[in-house]
């Protein structure tokens, strides 16, 4: 009998990005006492589940995405007693926890890694990807496929002082393991179980639709395609062998809970990822909405929004997928711009409207929602000066890729300022002391958005009108109804560019979602399946009554509603 309960689909799960949230030793650097001593603050917005981006031993390369011993903790964060302490408090509140595991790769740092290249011989040479290189017309030696890193670049480094590569999907310093070797799948598998059994609650693997390569190891043929290689290493032949079989060693053995963060996914596969007879994954996060405002994905090469894209990311996948497996709902995270400043929003003019709205049309719908921390605050992206302040590796590699494109230094910065990570990764903003309240006085490792003065935790707790308030009343109503909880839902108006709407329905209760998603007012006409006098407002972010529900509505910018439907 399965010992699996599925509490994941009543969860509320709040991310952590434990290098910016709270420095508890004024070191510059976020750390376990300082999360700790936040935790009532998290189980008071509605949360009900926290998952910790990366907190092993790490050089940092990645911030943590690099890891250097997956049974660790990163000494800056704090100690294992630390980590214990902090997964007592937590379950004390109810709050359940949820680690990052970062199996596509390691650190190069990694005692696996040094091994495999100080010996040839040795058995961790299999668990990575090391290939001869090749020689072109002109005898020059160059890298085994023509694949390229998501990070640009090429995907192959070469081991010093040989003809050999080790293969990187990502930075240098982050070498893709071999997921053919059996070893290194047992390996995982002892990890998981390893943080289960000191109370772990569940997982978020990281980019996990990477594991399985397609061998042999070939050049991409395609022209110019932006990223090299991804049909071969995409939703690999093995990926879905290699999701049950963790399930079977590890996962299933505990009431867990997973969420892959894919990359590109194809449809149907993202579908098999998630479907509960497949027994893989239990959702994935899918960011197809998140790239209606920059081309092919690339968050710093920005286009204007597209709302028809969004609505497709967004709903599509609840639409696809209600009834046989699960969906996560997610606006930002350590990766991503911060909402209220993207999706054409002027921020200065709609922060609050933008944010609640965004809210609403996100959390309302069918699955589990994840919020980034700040999100709940409406925190905005910070107007860095320089590229040395920005201190995401990944920016510095596409400002000089863009150079190399010949895109004028100015234009370059301005692009990356827009997209960057590091709008993610600005200290969280507790108050308007010195560095926002994030620690007492030193110099944190990411620089503070200078807006923290407006926008902080202390001035929204101390407001009714403030979005963490607004946060707050949305959760509890979400957790509090069964339709919102777990109903289905059905698009409306697809094509249109301002309005977004879709209902949710369970048994004979149905609810209409609409918002406008603009900063000019628009007209929104009640669907024919709607009856005007069976419709009253159960939630709003801005002001709006009963007597204002009409056939044809005229929206404010960023106005959402929550319209319930009496059937008389
Ligand atoms: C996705 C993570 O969210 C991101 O921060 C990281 O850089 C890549 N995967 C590589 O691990």
């Not at 434990?18 to 420095?23: E, G, R, V």
């Not at 970062?102 to 058995?123: C, I, Q, Y």
């Not at 640009?152 to 990502?170: I, K, N």
């Not at 053995?253 to 449809?267: H, K, N, Q």
Request: proline share 5%; glycine share 6%; hydrophobic share 35%.
């Amino acid at each position: 009998m399965s010992v699996r309960t599925g509490w994941y689909r009543n969860a509320v799960i709040y991310q952590i990005y434990p290098l910016s949230f709270m420095d508890s030793n004024n070191d510059g650097i976020g750390d376990i006492p300082g999360i700790i001593s936040k935790l009532d603050y998290i189980k008071d917005l509605g949360a009900t589940a926290i998952w910790f981006s990366p907190l092993y031993p790490s050089p940092w390369e990645d911030y943590g995405y690099d890891v250097a011993d997956y049974r660790g903790i990163h000494p800056a964060f704090g100690t294992m007693e630390d980590f214990e302490q902090l997964v007592a408090e937590c379950h004390a509140r109810g709050l359940r926890v949820i680690m990052d595991a970062v199996f596509n790769h390691t650190s190069d740092k990694h005692e696996w890694f040094r091994a495999a290249l100080a010996d040839k011989d040795s058995k961790y040479r299999d668990y990575y990807i090391f290939r001869e290189g090749r020689r072109d017309k002109e005898g020059e030696l160059i890298p085994p496929t023509n694949w390229t890193s998501s990070f640009t670049g090429p995907a192959w480094e070469r081991v010093p002082g040989t003809d050999e590569y080790y293969l990187h999907l990502f930075a240098p310093g982050q070498p893709d393991l071999n997921w053919e070797n059996p070893e290194v799948r047992a390996e995982m598998a002892d990890i998981l179980r390893f943080w289960m059994d000191k109370g772990v609650d569940g997982f978020r693997f990281d980019v996990f639709n990477l594991f399985s390569k397609t061998y042999p190891l070939r050049d991409d043929k395609r022209p110019a395609a932006f990223q090299k290689g991804t049909n071969y290493y995409v939703d690999g032949p093995r990926m879905h062998e290699f999701l049950k079989e963790l399930n079977e060693n590890a996962l299933s053995l505990y009431d867990s809970f997973t969420v892959g963060e894919s990359y590109i996914p194809d449809e149907e596969h993202a579908h098999r990822y998630i479907m509960e007879e497949s027994g893989e994954l239990d959702m994935i996060f899918d960011f197809e909405h998140l790239t209606s405002d920059n081309l092919f994905g690339l968050k710093m090469i920005p286009k204007p929004f597209r709302l028809r894209q969004f609505k497709r990311g967004l709903l599509g996948p609840q639409i696809r997928y209600h009834g046989t497996g699960w969906n996560a709902l997610v606006l930002e995270n350590h990766d991503v711009a911060r909402s209220v400043s993207r999706f054409g929003i002027n921020t200065k003019k709609f922060r609050y409207e933008a944010a609640t709205f965004l809210a609403m049309v996100t959390f309302l719908g069918w699955g589990t929602p994840f919020i980034y921390q700040g999100e709940e605050i409406g925190m905005t992206n910070t107007r860095f000066k320089n590229l040395e302040q920005m201190k995401d590796p990944v920016s510095r590699f596409v400002f000089d890729t863009m150079r190399k494109l010949r895109i004028p230094a100015k234009a370059a910065f301005a692009m990356l300022r827009a997209g960057a990570r590091d709008n993610a990764r600005t200290p969280m903003q507790w108050d308007s002391t010195v560095n926002a309240g994030f620690n007492t006085g030193a110099a944190p490792w990411q620089c503070v958005n200078p807006d923290y003065r407006k926008i902080n935790v202390k001035r929204d707790l101390e407001s009714e009108k403030s979005v963490y308030r607004f946060y707050q009343r949305l959760l509890a109503l979400r957790m509090s109804d069964e339709v919102l909880l777990s109903g289905d839902t059905v698009e409306y108006y697809p094509d249109d560019r301002q309005i977004i709407a879709y209902s949710r329905t369970l048994g004979g209760r149905r609810y209409l979602i609409v918002g406008n998603f603009s900063g000019v007012r628009a007209d929104f006409i009640m669907p024919g399946d709607f009856e005007l006098d069976e419709l009253s407002i159960k939630f709003t972010n801005l002001d709006r009554t009963d007597t204002e529900i009409e056939e044809i509505m005229q929206m404010k910018p960023y106005e959402a509603l929550l319209l319930e439907e009496k059937r008389k």
